[in-house]
């Protein structure tokens, strides 16, 4: 990558570092320690699965809030406040800004994400007393949440791009949803007629698949996921994100700074 | 070779959400600013200046027109490794030091990291800044911000120096302090390309200026080239009061002081109130030309003053 991105982004991650984004760790590891000593009291046989779920469902919205927020403001945030005025002054492209704000984002989710995760083994630690096999799947859903916040990530930067941040924030989330009902918007299309049939198809493939991407379920259960899956869903997200980061870039091309 | 050289470069806006009507920022217009030049860039508020400024750095696009930098094609990037820039009321990301922000601007320049690491200071030091070199931009005034402004814009050695308004918001020491940074780096063979409305920063420090109104270039030129167009005028102090209803009629200014009457007025009305004066029989003490200002320039082809802060000044 060069040298101007990979400035930007860990300019990035010092400012989220700075401005304190990591602080929702607090919280999340009050919200794991309490939920694993309240869980390892009322449950019986199945301590394991109620760990997994509340711990991977927390990191999910955690990580997808902190996207979707930091997400929209990365660029116009930057535009409102004209510190974008002496960035671009430097040799420094375009495309340069919006990529290297991009993996800034991304980087600062990776690290959360990470910590929280350790966070979630721990409890499981705590209340199974020993780590197992089975317990990779939640490594590999873990992995899967990540590639999410990429997608959400590359979407609410997208849509800064050409819209208000309250709008992009709302449509984010609003895109986060649909995409967390993936599979049903396809039952729904392969199931409908004519006119319907045509509009949900093209938007049941437009929508990211976030459903596929979310295996906290078979992770609770120790179920081992198919390799051809990890593959694919690699493939998938991180298409996906090239392809509305390009959407990004395209239209901030054109934009004339106020 | 110029260092800036705008090849009819004109930004209109569409304003109006319906009924769309279009508004012209910036007429078309040629200007070229020689190497080693300190060129003031003149206008009153809403001009263009900005909006020039900030087409010459691709921040926003043109409806026609381009422009030369340092002799290369604006739109290539790289020149700007040598272009310093300074927006209008500057905003930095306030969660830096003032080190840590040179540092990522010179990376973002392409600077030698240990060129950098010793210029940094050099510097801070060079706009009065090394005190505050490990405080966060959050805690810093107005003029502190300027001056960071100032040091980022010069962080990298650049050739050519574009400032916006490099001036406002500094103290009257803190405007001295800039104004021998200009004439320091003109020493140093930059050229310094920089808009302001404060007119007297423009008369001591521009080798040429241009004058901007409502979008138009009226004028480039010498600065005495300029006020020289302006009919010069003349101080004329007598001793009495009588001819003094006979001299305003002439259209000057009179103030009284003690027994002296002090009047200016055009120098073409001059033989007019001399004449008015040995009519009453008072006795003239002085007849002085006054030098004209670019104020005076400003106020006759433009019709109105630069701004409101001459006044406060």
């Given at each position: 990558m060069n040298s101007r991105v990979l400035t930007i982004a860990a300019n990035t991650f010092r400012e989220a570092v700075r401005d304190r984004v990591l602080y929702n760790l607090v919280f999340f590891a009050l919200l794991m320690a309490g939920g694993s000593i309240l869980v390892g009291q009322i449950s019986i046989d199945i301590e394991r699965q109620v760990v997994v779920n509340l711990g991977l469902t927390a990191v999910s919205l955690f990580g997808v809030v902190i996207a979707i927020f930091i997400g929209i403001g990365l660029v116009s945030k930057e535009i409102e406040k004209r510190t974008l005025y002496t960035v671009l002054a430097r040799p420094v492209r375009r495309w340069e800004f919006i990529v290297g704000k991009f993996f800034g984002l991304v980087i600062t989710l990776v690290v959360n994400t990470f910590l929280m995760s350790l966070g979630v083994l721990l409890a499981l630690l705590y209340v199974a007393h020993k780590l197992e096999r089975g317990d990779l799947t939640v490594v590999v859903a873990i992995y899967f949440i990540v590639l999410q916040f990429v997608v959400v990530t590359a979407l609410a930067l997208l849509f800064s791009s050409f819209s208000s941040p309250l709008l992009s924030a709302v449509l984010a989330f609003a895109v986060f949803i649909v995409g967390t009902f993936a599979e049903d918007l396809r039952g729904f299309a392969a199931m409908s007629q004519g006119v319907t049939r045509v509009g949900a198809t093209i938007a049941a493939y437009l929508m990211p698949n976030f459903a596929a991407l979310n295996v906290i379920a078979e992770a609770a259960h120790a179920k081992p996921v198919a390799g051809n899956l990890i593959l694919f869903n690699t493939v998938y997200a991180l298409l996906y994100a090239l392809a509305a980061v390009a959407g990004a870039v395209l239209i901030f091309e054109r934009r004339n700074l106020k | 070779m110029p260092a800036i050289e705008i090849l009819g470069l004109e930004k209109k806006y569409e304003v109006g959400f319906l009924r769309k009507t279009e508004k012209v920022a910036l007429k078309p217009f040629e200007l070229a600013v020689q190497e080693g030049e300190i060129f003031g860039y003149l206008g009153p508020n809403g001009a263009g200046k900005t909006t020039t400024l900030k087409l010459l750095m691709g921040l926003i696009f043109p409806t026609a027109g381009s422009a030369r930098l340092l002799g290369r094609?604006?739109?290539?990037?790289?020149?700007?490794?040598e272009i310093g820039f300074l927006p209008e009321q500057p905003y930095f990301?306030?969660?830096?030091t003032a080190t840590e922000l040179l540092e990522y601007y010179g990376e973002l320049s392409g600077m030698d990291p240990t060129a950098q690491r010793l210029r940094v200071p050099e510097v801070l030091e060079r706009v009065g800044m090394t005190a505050a070199?490990?405080?966060?931009?959050?805690?810093?005034?107005k003029g502190m911000l300027q001056r960071v402004g100032i040091a980022q814009a010069i962080i990298h050695d650049p050739k050519l120096v574009i400032l916006d308004?490099?001036?406002?918001?500094?103290d009257p020491m803190g405007r001295l302090e800039v104004r021998d940074i200009i004439h320091s780096l003109k020493d140093e063979g930059k050229t310094v390309f920089f808009s302001t409305h404060i007119l007297s920063d423009a008369e001591t420090l521009c080798d040429r200026v241009a004058v901007l109104n409502e979008g138009e270039l009226r004028a480039i030129g010498v600065v005495a080239d300029l006020t020289a167009q302006v009919g010069g005028k003349v101080e004329v102090v007598w001793q009495g009061e009588k001819a003094k209803p006979a001299v305003e009629a002439l259209g000057a200014e009179c103030r009284t002081t003690a027994s002296l009457v002090r009047a200016v007025l055009p120098e073409a009305k001059l033989d007019a109130a001399l004449d008015a004066i040995r009519q009453a029989r008072e006795r003239l003490v002085s007849v002085t030309p006054v030098r004209a200002t670019l104020e005076d320039y400003f106020l006759q082809k433009?019709?109105?003053?630069?701004?409101?802060?001459v006044e406060t000044r």
């Open positions: - | 094609h604006w739109r290539d990037p790289d020149v700007k490794t990301y306030d969660y830096l070199a490990s405080t966060q931009l959050r805690k810093f005034s308004e490099p001036m406002s918001g500094l433009l019709g109105r003053k630069p701004l409101e802060e």
